[in-house]
């Protein structure tokens, strides 16, 4: 089970930082990964990262975003630095048994999403 933290309403420029729990299975065999669903939209890989701690990111967040995670706590973290207006989506993490893969199918396991909104 995936479980993400509050999002919330900011205004440009602000930082928010996500976080996921995860329980029932060994967080540490999975690869993690944030995905992305604008209103009306695709979903869209936001960043990933391996079961050792390699990371990737989509060219839309690098450098503003970081993935991260605490095995020995079971939890995912982004933190979202220099915030945009088009950032604004629902934000979901999820688990996967490959590493570095950017599409959804690659993950079996999802949380239940968290909207974050970042206003002009």
Same mark, same amino acid.
Not at 5 to 12: E, I, N, P, T
Not at 50 to 61: E, F, I, K, Q
């Given at each position: 089970?995936?479980?993400?933290?509050?999002?919330?309403?900011?205004?440009?420029?602000?930082?928010?930082?996500?976080?996921?729990?995860?329980?029932?299975?060994?967080?540490?065999?999975?690869?993690?990964?944030?995905?992305?669903?604008?209103?009306?939209?695709? *979903?869209?890989?936001? !960043?990933?990262?391996?079961?050792?701690? %390699? +990371?990737?990111?989509?060219? &839309?967040?690098?450098?503003?975003?970081?993935?991260?995670?605490?095995?020995?706590?079971?939890?995912?973290?982004?933190?979202?630095?220099?915030?945009?207006?088009?950032?604004?989506?629902?934000?979901?993490?999820?688990?996967?048994?490959?590493?570095?893969? *950017?599409?959804?199918? !690659?993950?079996?396991?999802?949380?239940? %999403? +968290?909207?974050?909104?970042? &206003?002009?």
């Amino acid at each position: 089970q995936l479980v993400e933290s509050r999002g919330g309403l900011v205004q440009a420029g602000d930082s928010l930082r996500l976080s996921c729990a995860a329980s029932g299975g060994t967080f540490s065999n999975y690869a993690m990964g944030w995905f992305r669903q604008p209103t009306g939209k695709e *979903r869209e890989f936001v !960043a990933t990262i391996t079961n050792n701690g %390699g +990371t990737d990111y989509a060219d &839309s967040v690098k450098g503003r975003f970081t993935i991260s995670r605490d095995n020995a706590k079971n939890t995912l973290n982004l933190q979202m630095n220099s915030l945009k207006p088009e950032d604004t989506a629902v934000y979901y993490c999820a688990a996967s048994l490959f590493n570095w893969f *950017r599409v959804p199918t !690659a993950y079996a396991y999802w949380g239940q %999403g +968290t909207q974050v909104t970042v &206003s002009s």
